[in-house]
């Protein structure tokens, strides 16, 4: 049985509509449940899950999928496959999995295709599938409106970045990973599960989401006479890892301790922690993906 738990802003569209009907047509059991407030996705989720469905579509944007991902890691349901209907401003996941845009493309794949496990993310008790975003560029995020994000699209995000730029502040604090202790004023960081956010840009283009790592990146301090290094060490981040001002790891395991909160943004989900622990959490979520997906790098295919 495979239902797809729709964003009820994207319920109306005709296009999700025709794709669904036509996925009928096929011959498939496509059962839709839309939301209506917070908190629906978790209990449709469960809902789900008690009536022996064996397959969720999301269907909307990064932030859905952050949410069905969550409910599944949250009740412990990850016998259940998950699949994508990318419905969101920017779809930064399903795009980096190349999961198809045109919705009955999408739906097609997520009734019909191939699961492999791969991994997630914890953040304290929240969880993220894609991309944690720090400092600054978690700012972008939560403070880009949404009229502007649904005008512009991904370049939304990028057009606010340079309106705060000038104004961004460090956050100082204590990063620890692989037993090193560092005290760091961090700009701007991402612990990267997937490759792109903010609209398609590319903070980790060699990432996968099944070996078991994320890549850490994170940009310290800098004034306005240190571009032009900060620039060079952006552009040799993969063959100079730890910088001046950059620094890339792979990572398991990152905590974060400060005195004053620092924004960060799960998937589109901001928080405002003084402490946090990100682990990676290794095949834990069975994703339907196409067979020629570049994000794999194990490729273990989910029974069902």
């Known amino acids: 049985m495979i239902r797809l738990i729709l964003n009820g802003k994207k319920a109306g569209l005709d296009s999700v509509r025709e794709a669904v009907f036509s996925i009928r047509d096929k011959g498939y059991e496509l059962q839709v449940r839309s939301t209506w407030e917070e908190g629906d996705v978790d209990r449709l989720v469960r809902e789900a899950a008690e009536q022996g469905v064996t397959r969720i579509v999301a269907g909307g944007g990064d932030g859905t999928v952050n949410e069905v991902v969550s409910a599944i890691l949250k009740h412990d349901l990850n016998h259940i496959e998950l699949s994508v209907l990318p419905l969101g401003t920017a779809n930064d996941f399903a795009t980096a999995c190349e999961i198809p845009s045109e919705p009955f493309d999408a739906l097609n794949l997520a009734v019909s295709g191939e699961s492999y496990w791969v991994d997630a993310g914890s953040a304290n008790e929240k969880f993220f599938m894609n991309i944690a975003t720090s400092g600054f560029g978690a700012q972008v995020t939560a403070t880009t409106p949404v009229a502007l994000k649904n005008f512009l699209g991904g370049g939304a995000y990028t057009l606010s970045g340079l309106v705060q730029a000038i104004n961004f502040q460090p956050f100082p604090g204590t990063v620890i990973h692989d037993d090193k202790v560092k005290l760091a004023n961090v700009v701007v960081g991402a612990i990267c599960n997937g490759r792109t956010a903010g609209g398609g840009q590319p903070l980790a283009p ?75 959490l290794p095949s834990s979520i069975k994703l339907v993906l196409p067979v020629d997906t570049p994000i794999l790098l194990n490729r273990n295919k989910a029974s069902s």
């Not at 890549?215 to 040799?236: K, R």
């Not at 890892?241 to 950059?246: A, I, L």
């Not at 990572?251 to 682990?279: A, F, R, Y």
């Open 206 to 280: 060699e990432a996968y989401i099944d070996d078991g790592v994320f890549e850490l990146f994170y940009i310290e301090d800098f004034s306005a006479g240190d571009i032009p290094t900060v620039l060079e060490e952006l552009q040799e981040l993969h063959e100079t890892p730890d910088t001046q001002f950059v620094h890339r790891h792979n990572i398991k395991t990152i905590e974060w301790h400060s005195e004053e909160s620092m924004p960060v943004n799960l998937d589109g989900e901001p928080m405002l922690p003084q402490n946090m622990t990100i682990k990676v």
